[in-house]
């Protein structure tokens, strides 16, 4: 019997058979994993979520961050339909995850598997191998041009030139909080399940009043000035002090004197800044302000320390947050020239105006902090 006739029972004893020999393989072997990703070895990561259209198993063209994962925790990994070794083995193992999960499944977890080879891999040939293990609603296969799939690959942190020598691996994550696991190599069900229920645990933990400012202030991806992408709530608002102003590079009267109030009031903060007290500027000409530019803008005004975040994105991501904090203006010119200080954690906002002095806005944010 050859290898392209192994079902996925086969392959998960398969799996069982190939782990010493895959630890100790050659490293230009065939999805040879190295020895610092032992198999089943666990840790915290970071990813880029990239919201490119793909192309699903019945042909159907998708957006990865929003329409794929969405707000459901998610399970990943990568495979390729013509591979006749590791690729089963994690395809199985996500088939038994699948039918534990029961109805958890689309309705709380989502599984997706994404190709390494989209040229070869069509929506067809992907319907067709997922339907040898079994997917149900709910376990979406996913391929597309290779540009997009490549940038969503290098997001995860899953892409190498030569996909026939990718790592085995699997990802667990919340896109809702940002927070993900990779679980090197053969990740038994039990493993994969236990991270999905540790995520969920955190979700339940989470307080109303952060589920009721994260719904009100958005989760929106944003972009920071080193080309980062944040989410607006869970990564610049959650748990901070925060002094919100508004510019566009663009501008050379109001925003370059905004940004000197605000180096003027930082000196007054001392210490503070960065550890107690987050600066953050927001682009009201997202479709102008790319990263780069805010970054440069940054440089220009010495507000280059760690604790001062620029922010642009999409413009429809950008001009929501705008509007939930009370100051979207279709003009961009009229822009607001306030400062919006905030306790985040006690829900405690105000409003400064920036012709104040620099002492009397340090010292309303230092009551800011106080209430902590």
Not at 310 to 319: A, C, M, P, R, S
Request: aromatic residues 6%; hydrophobic residues 35%; contains cysteine.
């Amino acid at each position: 019997m050859t290898h392209r006739w192994i079902d996925s029972r086969i392959a998960a004893l398969l799996g069982i058979l190939l782990l010493p020999v895959m630890a100790s393989a050659d490293p230009g072997s065939e999805h040879c994993a190295s020895k610092k990703d032992a198999p089943g070895t666990a840790s915290t990561t970071e990813v880029r979520l990239e919201d490119v259209s793909l192309l699903d198993q019945n042909g159907k063209p998708v957006r990865f961050r929003s329409e794929v994962l969405g707000d459901k925790l998610v399970v990943i990994d990568f495979v390729f339909t013509h591979c006749t070794t590791v690729c089963p083995v994690l395809s199985a193992i996500l088939a038994r995850a699948q039918r534990d999960l029961g109805d958890r499944l689309e309705k709380e977890v989502r599984l997706v598997s994404i190709t390494v080879d989209p040229t070869r891999d069509t929506p067809a040939r992907l319907k067709a191998y997922s339907s040898k293990h079994g997917a149900k609603t709910g376990w979406t296969w996913l391929t597309g041009s290779q540009e997009d799939v490549k940038k969503v690959l290098e997001g995860l942190g899953a892409y190498t030139p030569d996909y026939a020598n990718h790592a085995p691996m699997v990802l667990v994550g919340d896109p809702r909080t940002g927070k993900w696991v990779r679980l090197n190599g053969f990740p038994s069900k039990e493993k994969l399940l236990e991270k999905v229920d540790e995520l969920a645990t955190a979700r339940r933990a989470e307080t109303p009043s952060e589920e009721k400012d994260r719904s009100y202030f958005t989760d929106n991806v944003l972009v920071t000035q080193e080309g980062k992408q944040v989410r607006f709530y869970s990564d610049i608002l959650k748990d901070r002090v925060v002094v919100i102003s508004f510019l566009f590079t663009r501008c050379h009267t109001a925003c370059p004197l905004l940004a000197r109030k605000l180096k003027q009031i930082q000196a007054r903060l001392g210490e503070r800044f960065g550890r107690e007290v987050h600066f953050v500027s927001i682009s009201v000409d997202p479709e102008h302000d790319t990263p780069e530019r805010l970054k440069v803008f940054a440089r220009k005004n010495q507000a280059t320390d760690p604790g001062w975040t620029f922010l642009t994105g999409k413009k429809e991501d950008v001009n929501q947050v705008i509007t939930r904090l009370g100051q979207y203006v279709e003009d961009i010119e009229g822009h607001s020239t306030l400062f919006i200080a905030g306790n985040v954690r006690n829900r405690h906002w105000t409003k400064l105006r920036s012709e104040l002095p620099p002492e009397a806005i340090a010292e309303k944010v230092r009551l800011l902090v106080g209430e902590k």
